[in-house]
């Protein structure tokens, strides 16, 4: 018997796409809440305007006198102080991207592309100001860590986060004098600490906080209720500064990854080629990273790391943060993908851990551009957004960035 089916019919099948696209997951603002608009400090009394014309702001400091310590003589005068004076500069910088697409796109198209254009130009806005602030944040030269970055080790418990880090951190916060903020009780000594969620589980489970979510408060083990240690309040983002890939190699170098793509991989691919057969080593390492291994200040906002879920020789299926599962940005041939340890970060500071300046036509967190039409006939439309600004540390004394592993990767 013949039966009409779709397979043999096939070019009278259409496919019905739902006209809503599918968005991932918003990026959020994490470290520009540890900043502080320069003419908040004071300014000399210039406007924000002002500064701005400036190639860039420096900021003065001067020393202190030296304690007293002898007798006023009765037949001799004193001997004057001198002060010292030093300086610190935040460079204002610009950024900006835009869309454009055919007026003919806009007549056919039969999803609602130009709506979400204008959704992932905002979107893209923040993350890239945001980033600046990151930046900032994860840049300077206050860092502590058990080893160096790249010899930190998800084997090692002791290259892990605890709670005991923060008793001493305090300490040494205090002691340096950096500017918190005022809680609900009117105590200026308050910080943030931002982390990723990985961190925080070996917080959570360590030291005294684990004795207390077992015996005293529950919450903090079913509920996730750790919010505060000392005068510490977390941060926990996904968003946190992670730098891919940068610790120790995977399992003494025993399993390591250190391999490239062997061709160009796209935003929302599923799919990797790498230069070697890594098929072997699909199951060691909790993400693998594509892009430069960040070492000392590098910073290289495109590195992303995916899951490994299958491969087949040189080719692998992965899982990123792209909408769809796949690749959030692209990748070029030659790339490097790694599988080595990841470092984690903890950020610690207060309201002036950082300065930020802006344009204030352009606005603290940039202007949208659009939409307008271009071309002769209009026949083109785009949509972008601007930026003139920075963020920058004044006092390397006012952010301390803390470096560990984390047992979520063992």
């Known amino acids: 018997m013949t039966v009409q089916t779709t397979s043999n019919l096939s070019d009278s099948i259409t496919t019905l796409y739902k006209s809503k696209y599918l968005m991932g997951a918003k990026s959020q603002r994490v470290y520009d ?88 130009v905002g979107q893209n806005a923040m993350e890239s100001i945001e980033l600046l602030a990151e930046a900032a944040a994860c840049q300077g030269t206050w860092v502590e860590r058990y080893v160096a970055r ?22 040494m916060m205090l ?97 990797i080629v790498t230069s070697s057969d890594e098929s072997s ?22 590195n992303e790391r995916v899951k490994i879920l299958s491969a087949s020789t040189t080719t692998l299926t992965i899982l990123g943060e792209g909408p769809n599962g796949g690749l959030k940005y692209d990748h070029a041939a030659g790339a490097a993908v790694r599988n080595a340890d990841s470092v984690y970060t903890i950020v610690f500071g207060g309201p002036q851990s950082l300065v930020k300046l802006f344009a204030t036509d352009v606005g603290e967190y940039g202007e949208t551009v659009g939409p307008k039409k271009t071309g002769l006939l209009d026949q083109f439309n785009s949509l972008g957004w601007k930026y003139w600004g920075n963020y920058g540390r004044i006092a390397e004394n006012r952010v301390l960035r803390f470096e560990c592993s984390t047992s979520y990767e063992v």
């Open 150 to 171: 790249a010899s930190l080790d998800k084997d090692t418990s002791t290259h892990r986060a605890t709670d005991a880090r923060f008793r001493e951190y305090q300490g």
């Open 175 to 271: 002691t340096l004098k950096v500017p918190g903020f005022i809680n609900d009780a009117g105590e200026a000594n308050v910080w943030s600490a931002i982390m990723h969620p990985f961190v925080f589980h070996d917080i959570a489970e360590s030291g005294n906080v684990d004795s207390i979510g077992l015996y005293q408060d529950k919450g903090i083990h079913l509920n996730f209720e750790l919010g505060q240690i000392g005068p510490f309040r977390l941060v926990v983002t996904p968003f946190a500064k992670v730098f891919g890939g940068a610790g120790a190699d995977y399992d003494a170098g025993t399993h390591t990854v250190a391999d490239t793509l062997a061709s160009a991989a796209t935003a929302l691919g599923t799919t």
């Open 33 to 120: 809440q540890i900043s502080i608009p320069y003419t908040d400090l004071g300014a000399d009394g210039k406007s924000m305007d002002e500064l701005m014309r400036a190639s860039a702001v420096y900021v003065p400091f001067l020393s202190q006198m030296e304690p007293g310590t002898t007798a006023i003589s009765q037949t001799a005068d004193i001997t004057p102080q001198t002060l010292e004076d030093a300086t610190a500069s935040v460079t204002p910088t610009s950024r900006g991207e835009a869309l454009q697409w055919s007026q003919q796109l806009e007549i056919q198209v039969y999803t609602d592309y130009t709506a979400r254009a204008y959704e992932i």
């Open 281 to 302: 080593h699909i199951t060691y390492g909790k993400f693998w990273t594509i892009g430069t291994e960040e070492t000392g200040s590098t910073f290289y906002p495109t």
